[in-house]
């Protein structure tokens, strides 16, 4: 079954074209990985997947229906979630706050005014667990700027997967970490469930290669290679233009 499909998408900006007639299918449970030199188009792609930007032109379909333009929120109800380039914690409140923040927004009727006590006994549980299984809570009180980058990086991630997500956009989640960080990171996506179909853009290559199943060369916005990481590392196109490898 077909997780995500993108169909002719593009993004210009002014004059440039950051996604350019782009059209792949992800079905459920696989470990895409998008590369490309900076530049290519890999984050608009990401920021067009998960509603941030509106697309020029194409179309966009996630778990069999057109979410084109439907808002960020909605597309994060159907089960998206995303852990971005740049952190997206709150660096001036604590770990705890943090978690209790990313969970409490779980269920559609996170608007209702009164909720019974036993509703937050239930996200306050989960926000232990989550952070109990991610080795952050006995840091709970610290403020998370004060938490090694690796660890706000782990944080983010997780919080992310606590939210039981059907797709996972990972925006570069090795860069600024430690090797010994940057494995971690590969073990906690070669361990998620088959249920959840994982989108990584990333250029550590033992990132790339530890977890793709298959992978994209994205240049200049377009698809200029699309298969199996053998092909994809046997592709003259690619090694020159994006490994600098020349035959
Ligand atoms: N908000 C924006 N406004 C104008 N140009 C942008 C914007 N975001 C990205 N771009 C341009 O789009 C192209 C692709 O950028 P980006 O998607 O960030 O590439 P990558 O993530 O592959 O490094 C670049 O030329 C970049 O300068
Ligand atoms: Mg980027």
């Not at 950051?18 to 900076?38: H, K």
């Not at 996170?110 to 937050?120: E, G, P």
């Not at 989640?173 to 853009?201: F, Q, R």
């Not at 290559?205 to 199996?228: K, S, T």
Request: proline share 3%; aromatic share 6%.
């Amino acid at each position: 079954m077909e997780a995500l499909r993108v169909e002719g998408l593009s993004k210009n900006f002014g004059g440039v074209s950051a996604v350019d007639n782009v059209s792949f299918s992800v079905e459920v449970g696989e470990r895409l990985v998008i590369i490309g030199p900076n530049g290519a188009g890999k984050t608009t792609l990401f920021n067009l997947i998960n509603g941030q930007l509106p697309a020029t032109s194409g179309r966009i379909h996630f778990l069999g229906e057109d979410i084109t333009t439907i808002p960020t929120h909605r597309r994060a109800h159907r089960g998206q979630a995303r852990a971005f380039q740049i952190i997206s914690l709150f660096l001036n409140l604590s770990v705890l706050d943090n978690g209790l923040l990313a969970l409490h927004g779980t269920k559609p009727y996170r608007f209702k005014l009164f909720r019974s006590i036993n509703h937050y006994k239930v996200i306050s549980d989960k926000v232990q667990d989550t952070l109990r299984a991610l080795e952050l809570w006995e840091k709970r009180d610290e403020l998370v700027k004060n938490l090694s980058y690796g660890e706000q990086r782990r944080m983010e991630i997780g919080l992310g997967l606590a939210l039981q997500p059907k797709l996972l956009l990972l925006d570069e989640p090795s860069a600024g970490l430690t090797m010994e960080e940057c494995s971690g990171i590969i073990d906690m996506i070669k361990n998620l469930g088959s249920d959840i179909t994982v989108v990584v853009v990333d250029h550590d290559m033992d990132l790339v290669f530890g977890v793709a199943e298959r992978i994209i060369v994205l240049h200049y916005g377009q698809i200029i290679a699309d298969g199996a990481p053998e092909e994809i590392q046997a592709d003259p196109r690619v090694r020159e233009i994006y490994l600098g490898i020349e035959e």
